[in-house]
């Protein structure tokens, strides 16, 4: 594909994307709805963008944008913060998001007539297990609500946003498109490797930028730090060694870090806030530019023939899979049923889904021949790779619309109307 | 090329480019010619970055980083300034530029024994004439002399940048390597075009802007429609109509006038601010990666092979065509035979002749069976793309080096000391 095609098409998603997302700010609206059937009108609907185009670009996008958002994200979150809801962090990421990806997965096995267990179902299940912090934050600046429930889902949805890459990365890897032995070793191998990576670099970059000022080069720094980050994490170690760790999830450790590190010393500032400025300018192109992508990468065919079914997993994504993982997830935690119902019914899928959605569908097609036959048995990699398109696309659609929706409402009726300070 | 391995590199210069542009911060002393050096050792000194791979990440890197530069160079200079000086800088963006041009270029062919008005010459010309306002403004920050002077240069700076890009795409229509009929028609239908283009959509946007806030959305919006104009201009009217604009133009006419007019109104401040700041950190990364991959673009043996050659075209270029063209541009100007000096030796060349040295080496190396008989009957296309990107790279770092080192000495030489307001 020419450079300068691109350029164009990624100049015309951004500026009716802007458009777009001033139109959802106007009417206090989430974005990402408007900015999907923006992909749908500008892709499929119109034709301005093939939906070759579009999984082409997405190619470049989706893995480069998803390193700002992740940047952006962690590093604004304040350690001290997610001490004082650890255990319940910790229950959320790791014990719900499995149990909801192996509902999830479940649920679109049957749906689709695979046996209940077959990892094709489990792909879909991890693609669309991370919640949505930029879906999240701007709701509770609006809702009012204890600020311990917004940190928590606020919180959760930051961490399993790489935990959902490193699930998508051990599927693939059971289907053998990725490097993999064992799922359950490979999860902590990637996860551990990318704590310890991003711990280490976090600590290398604060004594660098506290003992020598960096100003605006801190920007470069940063962002090249979490760009080796993946390389090594991601590419040279596993193709040196076959052992490596997630990249992703070592960004937003290392975000996390530096951030806090950052942040506390006064004399830091100046950094803190030009990283800060740039990867939320960065994050927010990354986001339109993904999502409209994403419907962009739809075709019209597609659409029609897996629409029926995708709205089913939504669905059961959405009222199933996440309450079931909540529920099992914080037995005995402490909560209150109340709260577990508010944690069930407010996990938006959104960015990362988004990304891995199409990143999948492509890899799926690129590799049909490579697709094991307890899968090709069931379902061609074609209809494989479209039903996770339009299952994810219908999936962040339709939580982001219910779930901004009705989270104010939600709050009053379960826990009254809330007198104290909210989060933001 | 893998977009991980790409990722992995782009990592390191920005990281290697950070420090890099410390240290010369610390020292008082130009960033540029600093990251050629890296761009060498990571290059073919080390062999970290093989000339190929170098070569193709500059593919995308260069056209995207110049949209980057050219919209935050362009959206800070006040239109008011540049009245005061406008003869002045018309008569140095366009008679000072062609013949500076020229001269250059016949410097390049005396030297490689090409007849005086070989084509060939004044590509070179045309890559190396546009002078670096990322290298001026900062020298300017610093050394005390009168702020018309230093308005005068940092102005020619910014237009002639995308002037130098209009100029090499012309000169490359002559050797059949882009569309063209008639260079000088082709230089006034690509520039009118463009100023037509980006004065309509900086109207546009005014008008947007100003009856509804963007706040954040404002940086997809410019960011977008920079985008759009380099492919309307450059891609889609050139295949359709045989005629374009030219995109890079545009996007500094743009940015000119809307900058100019949002900074006129404090209630659009919060946009202004956000877009300056954005494209400033957009800039800070394209300047990083443009200087160390063209470094990183040379062979060792390209180097050893041209150097004397580019060095005796890199000094004519500093010595005697960029002087030639100030005296010839500026006659009867009403500026002091002082000024005029002063004039001549301040015209570092910087990112603009970095990125396009790469990019028609890379179109001359693509297209060598296209190049016409006149050339190739001299130099073969390898050589002739080796020479232009040898000598570009052997001009930025000579000139850079040079006139930021004396600017400070030869203004007080020149004018004696200065104790007036500087610019900055």
């Known amino acids: ?25 106007k009417f206090s609206i989430p974005d990402i709805p408007l900015l999907l059937l923006l992909g749908l009108l500008v892709g499929p609907i119109l034709g301005i963008i093939s939906s070759e185009e579009a999984g082409h670009i997405f190619e470049y996008v989706g893995p480069i944008g998803l390193i700002f958002i992740l940047l952006g994200g962690s590093f604004t979150m304040r350690v001290s913060l997610l001490r004082k809801v650890l255990p319940t962090i910790i229950r959320l990421d790791i014990i719900t998001l499995i149990i909801s990806l192996i509902v999830s997965g479940i649920i679109f096995n049957l749906v689709l007539g695979l046996p209940p267990t077959n990892p094709a179902g489990f792909l879909f299940g991890a693609v669309t297990c991370a919640t949505d912090p930029a879906t999240l934050i701007p709701v509770f600046s609006k809702v009012k609500i204890d600020p311990k429930l917004a940190i928590i889902l606020e919180a959760e949805s930051i961490f399993n946003d790489p935990l959902g890459i490193v699930a998508t990365s051990v599927v693939l890897g059971t289907l053998g498109l990725s490097h993999a032995k064992n799922p359950i070793i490979d999860f902590f191998v990637l996860s551990g490797g990318a704590i310890i990576a991003g711990i280490a670099l976090a600590k290398i970059y604060e004594k660098i930028i506290t003992h020598a000022k960096f100003h605006e080069y801190v920007a470069p720094l940063v962002i090249g730090g979490g760009m080796l980050l993946l390389y090594l994490g991601d ?14 999830m070592a960004i937003a450790i290392m975000a996390l870090y530096l951030g806090d590190a950052l942040f506390k010393r006064t004399e830091n500032e100046e950094e803190y806030k030009y990283i800060v400025n740039f990867c939320d300018n960065l994050s927010l192109l990354a986001r339109v530019l993904i999502f409209v992508f994403l419907g ?15 709205l089913i997993i939504a669905l059961g994504s959405i009222f199933l899979a996440r309450p079931i993982g909540v529920f099992l997830g914080l037995i005995k935690s402490g909560h209150s049923i109340k709260e577990l119902i508010y944690f069930a019914l407010e996990g938006p899928r959104g960015v990362v889904p988004a990304a891995l959605g199409v990143s999948t569908s492509i890899l799926i097609k690129k590799n049909a021949d490579k697709l094991p036959g307890f899968v090709t048995k069931y379902i061609s990699a074609n209809d494989l790779a479209g039903m996770i398109l339009v299952a994810t696309f219908m999936t962040i659609l339709l939580s982001v619309i219910l779930e901004a929706s009705w989270a104010g409402i939600l709050a009053k009726k379960l826990f009254g109307e809330y007198k104290g300070k909210s989060v933001h």
Do not use: Q, W
Request: net charge negative.
């Open 235 to 248: 590419y040279l170690l596993p193709n040196l060694t076959g052992y490596g760790f997630s990249g992703y």
């Open 1 to 25: 594909m020419e450079l300068m095609l691109a350029i164009g098409l990624l100049g015309l998603a951004l500026v009716l994307g802007a458009f777009v997302a001033k139109i959802a700010e």
């Open 296 to 310: 962009a990468c739809i075709s019209l065919d597609m659409l029609i023939k897996y629409f029926v079914p995708s």
